[in-house]
RNA sequence: GCCUGAGUGGUGGAAUUGGUAGACACAAGGGACUUAAAAUCCCUUGGGGCAUGUCCCCGUGACGGUUCGAGUCCGUCCUCAGGCACCA
């Protein structure tokens, strides 16, 4: 053993030994229980970054834990691989988003392995492997043939000078985020995942969650956005047709006194042409249609409309409702139509104010009475109906559900359900994508691309152009083809798909990586699904993994998972922040991972990232917290080497006072750590807690140690658990004191230090002495003292006389272990 | 606006079921070793008081409440962070 702690050397060395070694390889054993961790898996962007870094070393201390507990425990890595930053970067550098890709991915594994971390690396995949994508194009077709995917028309953000369609969060200020030029609302073909038919389920199923944070499962419930209500038809006057609404405020229904459309809705249009009102509802359609998001639905944006120049009829009161045209209204939710009812909702109420509308009070509170000419602002809150005909006096709770159930016995309506999610578009008019496998008939449709002819590679030895617009399209020998249904001339579909698809399923492939008979092999799967924890960044709290558990349903739905959620618990960790903001180039205060390995080692790294904050919270980095990280490695060196050489072979003839303590520091620390890995994943108080243990070894002398058998014994065993506890954390340089111990390499495969309770137990403690609650001494008594023992040593005090002196007791309460509580008046 | 978290020393954080507030670190100050520095080791370190103690008072965002006892539970409010946001 070196005299000092070399970092460089021996993380080398023992990396090198565990790739040998095969340590981390995983195979079904039955004779073991399954542990399935999972780290989220990172776009490779060309460097890990210190969230990557913080991520993965938090799952690496609950593998090896695992690992250390018996488990069979699976745990792989791989890349998301596709995604707009490769096209970008391509252009940027006059390359290919293949090669960028490439290069990233060898360069992250080489940094992600001198991190040290205890990954099966033969399971690697990476999504834009046509291995890969090859059973996400077959899934595809599946979920096609099973409802799950269908075409339709819907309005998109267009950018026409790069000839594509932006996602929400590229728009910036109502341009593209690339070119700068004005981006346009557009009416486009696009493939859509029927995530809506699994509404109810994830919701219901966010109740059984009780691995996950609360906090995501409540992000998720709002993002569902289930809401009851129910359907309402309006006839149209003068016409046999009817508008549908959806409505949470059915009681109000005879307030309504007008409604209001989307500018999308095509009624807008219809029912004013031909009227005085054709041109104004035209221009105001136009205008809110090329409107960027912001402008149009911005919170400082007032509300506005045109009249339609048409009514419909309210179905209750027979009224004559005007139809506006409002830009208020979301096409996207609901049916894009809603009942107005001004007395009761305030964007009504505004509207209603500014155009002159009837306003109906319907509700009537109990502590204040409303009036129509006075009310500056709708009233929303319960009450009991009136004008409301055969319904006045009721509360307005129970009107709800007797006028839903009135709408259904006349046929106008009924109780419904509303969602807020909407199904899933996942065309991307993109080139770096999994190509979509459907090749366009003019004859007989869009048709899936048999099973046998897939996967449908994305063309690689093409030139990548300058525009950054998709080159598929204009790849006439890999789009001109034939259909598979009646062999006519047909193009391939040139959309791929969004990468969020890559990443809802990727859980599952690395059960069987390069299984080829299937998407997954029914085998792996029932053996190591589900995924048994799963950290990665809150960031990816709705989208990431609502979509990947939507993707198991419909595996399961298809026959092909038997699980229906995928990830069991959950853990998010906070963010790593310098200087009080989240580390970014623009800041300035990024730090680079690889450039504090080298200076300090993996070790030191792990060790502070896992130190400075329970998980869940942001991490401050500091160098100084750095620096204290590397100081603690030291001191353990050191200590080490002080008593590597001890043998425990000698006769012990008595057990000492001094070793008892020695022992009772070990297996006191033994129940703290594993305590705080498996039950709370606070790895900071895990690592006080073995900071402490090497305190308290530190203090005793070692001449004294060498000098008694019995002290040799317990500091031998101290030191060997003291290694052991560390090894998750810090795995380097604990298998390097461990094999200076005498032992042989390879800690994973030990079994983890178990400990005894009695150990633990001293023959007196410490306990605390109040009167009234305030703590006036510190006591100490045998632990076998019974209460009244304790009672009396407490009184017996001399601080404590000092305060009950001249009182009357009235009352002792006793915490056994902990403390003496005197109540005097 | 609505929904979630979170507010504890100079700093990161600890206190697991209502029972010693500030573990463990960082920073700072003092000391030892050294010709010197670095490294290392030791001591002090929430605020205040004096009678300098096994002392007293105050102290976990604010104010109330429950309790023998509250950082922890309840109520009202303040601040910060995140999510959603004209969702009918």
């Given amino acids: 053993m070196e005299k000092k702690y070399n970092p460089e050397v021996i993380e ?32 490779p962007s060309g460097r890990i970054h210190m969230g990557h870094v913080r991520n993965y070393c938090i799952g690496d201390v609950v593998a090896r834990f695992k690992m250390m507990t018996g488990l069979n425990v699976l745990h792989p890595m791989g890349w998301d691989a596709f995604g707009m930053p490769a096209e970008n970067a391509a252009i940027k550098n006059h390359s290919h988003p293949a090669i960028w890709t490439i290069n990233n991915i060898n360069e992250m594994r080489r940094q992600l392995k001198r991190m040290g971390l205890s990954y099966d690396w033969d399971r690697e995949i990476a999504t834009c492997h046509p291995d890969y994508y090859k059973w996400e194009q077959w899934l595809f077709i599946r979920m096609l043939e099973n409802g799950l995917v269908y075409r339709k028309k819907s309005i998109v953000n267009y950018c026409k000078p790069c000839a594509t369609v932006l996602a929400n969060e590229q728009v910036e200020a109502g341009c593209c985020w690339r070119c700068g030029e004005p981006v346009v609302q557009r009416e486009q073909d696009g493939w859509f995942f029927r995530i809506t038919k699994y509404a109810d389920e994830l919701l219901d199923w966010c109740d059984r969650l009780t691995g996950w944070p609360e906090r995501v499962l409540t992000m998720q419930r709002n993002w569902i956005g289930r809401s009851e209500g129910a359907k309402i038809l309006f006839k149209q006057e003068n016409s046999d047709q009817s508008i549908e609404v959806f409505t949470t405020r059915p009681d109000t229904l ?29 221009e105001f359609v136009n205008h809110a ?72 009070i319907v509700v009537q509170p109990t502590d204040h009475v409303l009036s129509a000419e006075t009310m500056t602002e709708a009233y929303v809150g ?78 690689i030895d093409i030139e990548f152009p300058e525009s950054g617009r998709s080159p598929l399209p204009d790849l006439d020998w890999w789009v001109n083809t034939h259909c598979p ?29 390069r299984y080829d008979n299937g998407l997954l092999d029914p085998v792996q799967d029932r053996y190591w699904s589900p995924v048994d924890q799963y950290i990665g960044g809150i960031e990816h709290a709705i989208l990431h993994l609502l979509y990947s558990r939507f993707f198991t349903k419909a595996l399961r739905d298809l026959g092909i998972k038997k699980e229906s959620e995928p990830f069991r618990n959950l853990l998010t960790q906070g963010m790593v922040i310098k200087d009080g903001a989240k580390m970014s180039k623009s800041k300035g205060n990024v730090v680079d991972p690889e450039d504090l390995i080298n200076k300090y080692g993996a070790d030191t790294v792990r060790l502070f990232c896992l130190f400075a904050a329970p998980p869940e919270r942001d991490l401050e980095w500091t160098s100084e917290g750095v620096d204290g990280a590397q100081r603690f490695l030291n001191r353990i060196w050191n200590l080490v080497l002080e008593y590597k050489d001890l043998k425990s072979s000698d006769q ?94 390879g800690l994973t495969r030990r079994l983890w230090p178990t400990y005894n309770s009695e150990m633990i137990l001293e023959d007196s403690l410490t306990i605390v002495a109040q009167v009234n609650g305030k703590k006036r001494a510190e006591i100490r008594v045998p632990t076998s003292a019974t209460e009244d023992e304790m009672k009396q040593s407490a009184i017996a005090e001399a601080n404590v006389q000092k305060f009950i002196e001249g009182r009357v007791i009235r009352k002792i309460v006793v915490v056994s272990g902990k403390l003496v509580n005197i109540v005097v008046s």
């Fill in 485 to 513: 249904k009646c062999g006519s001339d047909a193009r391939r579909e040139t959309d791929t798909m969004d990468t969020f698809v890559e990443s809802s399923w990727y859980f599952d492939r690395y059960t069987c990586p």
């Fill in 254 to 282: 005879y307030g309504a006194t007008f409604m209001s459309l989307a500018p999308e809705h095509p009624l807008c249009l219809s029912l004013s042409k031909g009227t005085s009102q054709e041109t104004p509802v035209q």
């Fill in 652 to 745: 012990i003839l008595m057990e000492s006072a001094d070793s008892r303590t020695i022992r009772r520091v070990t297996h006191k620390t033994i129940k703290k750590v594993t305590e705080d890995i498996s039950n709370r994943f606070r790895f900071n108080t895990a690592i006080a807690a073995i900071m402490e243990m090497s305190n308290e070894l530190s203090k005793v002398s070692c001449e004294e140690i060498y000098a008694k058998n019995d002290l040799k014994a317990a500091m031998k065993d101290a030191i060997e658990s003291l290694v052991l506890l560390m090894s998750p954390f810090v795995p380097h340089i604990s298998e390097e004191l461990w094999e200076a111990l005498g032992n042989k390499g």
């Fill in 12 to 43: 080398k060395k023992w990396q090198d030994y565990w790739e040998q070694e095969k340590l981390f390889k995983v195979e079904i054993d039955t004779t073991k229980e399954k542990y399935y961790l999972l780290e989220m898996f990172p776009y």
């Fill in 289 to 360: 249609l090329t409107q960027d998001w912001q402008s149009r639905v911005g919170e400082s944006v007032g509300k506005e409309g045109v009249f339609t120049g048409a009514y419909c009829i309210n179905p209750l009161t027979s009224r004559r409702m005007p139809i506006y045209c409002a830009n208020f209204v979301l096409y996207e939710y609901g049916t894009g139509a809603v009942m107005a009812v001004p007395a009761h909702d305030q964007r009504d109420f505004e509207f209603a104010k500014k155009y002159g509308l009837d306003i109906i």
């Fill in 382 to 459: 319960p009450g009991n109906l009136i004008n409301s005909g055969e319904f006045d006096g009721t509360d307005n709770e129970s009107a709800k559900k007797a006028i839903s159930k009135k709408l259904k016995s006349m046929n106008q309506g009924g109780p419904t359900t509303n969602y807020r999610l909407r199904d899933w578009g996942v065309s991307r008019q993109r080139y770096w994508g999994a190509p979509i496998p459907v090749i366009h008939c003019a004859k007989c449709g869009p048709v899936p691309v048999p099973d046998l002819e897939l996967p449908v590679v994305l063309p």
